[in-house]
């Protein structure tokens, strides 16, 4: 049965794996946008290197977890964020000020709520993670 959010499943299968406390996983299927996603998680260094390996039946990630993710999720639907919005969805999906990200598509890329504001750029959130 093929999976009707692979965003979804990306966050759901890392949680899950910390949460096992296990030090890899497989994530699968792949999409661009899971690429750009989990490079932008290890920028922030909550995951170490991943690798896409492409197989017949849609690619898998190879990931390696650095155990630092306490929770993370997909966001649906995908609201829609103007630039000085920032802070009212930091309180309704984290749980301090300081403490994780968002992760934002923007027309300039997947990035951090933290980087898309400071370039002063609104967006669509698609998920999150402390």
């Keep these: 049965m093929p999976a009707t959010n ?21 994530v699968y299927p792949t999409s661009k946008l899971g690429v750009e996603v989990l490079g932008t998680l290890k920028k922030a260094g909550y995951i170490g290197e991943f690798e896409h390996v492409e197989d017949s ?5 190879s990931v390696h977890l650095l155990a630092k993710i306490t929770k993370c999720g997909a966001i649906s639907p995908r609201f829609k964020v103007k630039k000085g919005e920032y802070t009212f969805w930091e309180q309704q999906y984290l749980p301090s000020y300081d403490r994780g990200m968002l992760v934002v598509t923007t027309n300039q890329g997947v990035m951090s709520h933290h980087e898309a504001a400071e370039r002063g750029i609104g967006g669509f959130l698609i998920g999150y993670v402390y």
């Design 6 to 26: 692979i965003l979804a499943n990306l966050f759901v299968t890392l949680y899950n794996t910390e949460a096992r406390r296990r030090g890899d996983c497989q």
């Design 57 to 61: 039946r849609g690619g898998k990630f």
